[in-house]
DNA sequence: TGTTTTTGTTCTACTTTAGTTCTTTTTTGC
DNA sequence: GCAAAAAAGAACTAAAGTAGAACAAAAACA
């Protein structure tokens, strides 16, 4: 039915009267559509008006009225709304900040449902995620420093060697690799100055385990 | 349909009728527009009753009316419309991914316009951005390990103390701590196993600063 | 009523903005 | 690689906006 430009001219100039009352010029057209010179808009306007989409009130400026919206959009303008809510969805992710670990109290006393991590799609592909800003220096040794930004995959369950968000004794959450020795599970730090904890199973909670980093400088 | 101008007047015209009860008057309309004479008005009234929009009652002063008002979105919609807008602004931007750091040649050789990294647009706002894989554990002590993906803002300068992406003798690109000792310019890993290089300032030329960092884990 | 004041109309001259037409260049589809 | 379509660009014409003044017509007022 429509071209594409055609398509795309005709939903600008009908979104722009509406929002501000007053009908586009010949110059705002072009840019919004994306063409250099406006003598591409008169032909589109031209075939737009011919196809009875548009009327112009002959001899006067800024006097288009929209006749009627097509009920169809051409094919390729569909495509690229696709592509663009693809690249919305696959592109960022926002999800919850919990806010500092090793703070003392379980991580969803802390949540605050405003604030938000972005984050791109593909580091929380399957799987529900949160983010965790890093406090302290005891897992310094492998690269996680305070101030960090942690990105960590919910999971109650962890393997040996994961680093993992643990709670111990329902009240304080802290970030450490785990080992499991038996009944009792080891909390070790990445630090010489921090001492391993070893405790009954019982009294740890795996929370998440640790799936990302970011870290801003500056 | 309307020009700016029509439609300011037009909107003042129903606001101060609607307020005050009675029309004001051509002198009042200039001042509200802008106007440093009547004359204007009188034609931007004559084009409002020919695309009927106002009707005057002849022979009468201060006798206009308003037949009708453009047709807007309610506002409520606009605000919707823009608030999508705005997260697909905030959303994900694609930097280069430059390949890998100390890997002995000069960053732009080794690009691939094929290789793309995607960060939030946060991280890469004001400047032009790229993203190197880090190879080896030169920087281990500040945290920045084997593996970890970091986005480098570009610039030919640095403070002391920054971490930069250094080309030594245009063929040599490495991530370093910079400092400024003279004519000669530092190079300082953050690893004990590694020793500072200490180079005229003619043979470093600093490819771009560090930014931010991303590690996955798994 | 006539007079004064306010208001609206018309005209000229000019600037800025907008629309039209045409030629040349670039893209696109076969 | 060629022909057709789309776009860019320049040059031109037309409309919109601006200003000032002179004047005519309503409204207000004693």
Redesign the pocket.
């Known amino acids: 039915m429509l071209?594409p430009?055609q398509y795309k001219l005709l939903m600008f100039i009908n979104k722009t009267t509406k929002e501000t009352g007053c009908?586009?010029?010949?110059?705002?057209?072009?840019d919004a559509v994306?063409?250099?010179?406006?003598?591409?808009?008169?032909?589109?306007?031209?075939a737009l008006v011919e196809r009875n989409f548009l009327r112009?009130?002959?001899?006067?400026?800024?006097?288009?009225e929209v006749v009627r919206l097509p009920k169809l959009k051409p094919s390729a303008v569909i495509a690229e709304e696709k592509k663009k809510e693809d690249a919305l969805l696959n592109a960022m992710v926002e999800i919850p900040l919990y806010g500092k670990i090793a703070a003392g109290t379980p991580i969803e006393a802390i949540a605050n449902e405003n604030d938000k991590f972005s984050v791109p799609y593909e580091m929380v592909r399957g799987g529900q995620y949160y983010a965790l800003k890093v406090e302290g220096d005891s897992m310094e040794g492998i690269g996680i420093l305070n101030g960090d930004t942690v990105i960590i995959k919910k999971a109650d369950t962890a393997q040996n060697g994961d680093i993992v968000v643990a709670l111990v004794d329902n009240c304080e959450a802290t970030l450490k690799q785990i080992k499991k020795e038996g009944p009792e599970v080891l909390l070790i730090p990445k630090n010489d100055a921090y001492e391993v904890r070893r405790l009954p199973a019982s009294r740890v909670k795996v929370q998440g385990i640790l799936s990302s980093l970011v870290r801003s400088y500056h």
Do not use: N
């Open positions: 071209t430009k009908c586009p010029s010949f110059d705002e057209m072009k994306g063409l250099k010179s406006k003598s591409g808009i008169y032909a589109l306007i031209e112009k009130l002959p001899h006067k400026a800024r006097a288009l």
